[in-house]
């Protein structure tokens, strides 16, 4: 049974999502057990990762064009809005992250920092980690469908 090419690509774009999120759970056990350059080089992997798939999908389109959602069911077209909604906050909240984090140079600083300045970074990644976790089981339920179109 050959696989679809837009299947396989989805695919692989659900397996750098679950991946993006386990950096991001990582991440946020880095952190907490206060192994901040720990922190930072998992936040830039799952970064990267983001990176590396927002470079993928204008060539996906490119080759491979769109899908043909006409042919999903109502159900699944939903279900596909939503995920697009969680890997907005999965990015925006990722970004905000990082600017937070730069603008406060929470990387390179000496001694404790105060709760207050790091509250909005927290909000931010708090923010990636369920909107990652949301788009992974979205993802999933759409992907599911195309291997049974």
């Not at 389109?61 to 939503?82: D, N, P």
């Not at 390179?108 to 992974?136: K, Q």
Request: charged share 15%; net charge positive.
């Amino acid at each position: 049974m050959a696989i679809d090419p837009k299947t396989a690509y989805w695919t692989g774009a659900l397996v750098n999502m679950a991946l993006i999120v386990a950096l991001l759970f990582s991440g946020l056990r880095a952190i907490r057990s206060g192994r901040v350059q720990r922190h930072l080089r998992l936040m830039i992997s799952a970064a990267s990762l983001v990176g590396l798939f927002l470079l993928s999908y204008p060539a996906k389109l490119a080759f491979l064009g769109r899908e043909q959602l006409e042919l999903w069911s109502r159900y699944h077209v939903w279900v596909l809005r939503f995920h697009e909604l969680c890997v907005f906050c999965l990015v925006v909240g990722g970004g905000f992250a990082v600017y937070r984090a730069l603008s406060l140079g929470l990387w390179n600083r000496e001694g404790p920092v105060r709760a207050m300045d790091t509250r909005g970074h927290r909000r931010a990644g708090w923010t990636a980690i369920v909107g990652g976790s949301l788009g992974i089981l979205s993802a999933a339920y759409v992907l599911h469908g195309m291997y049974t179109r």
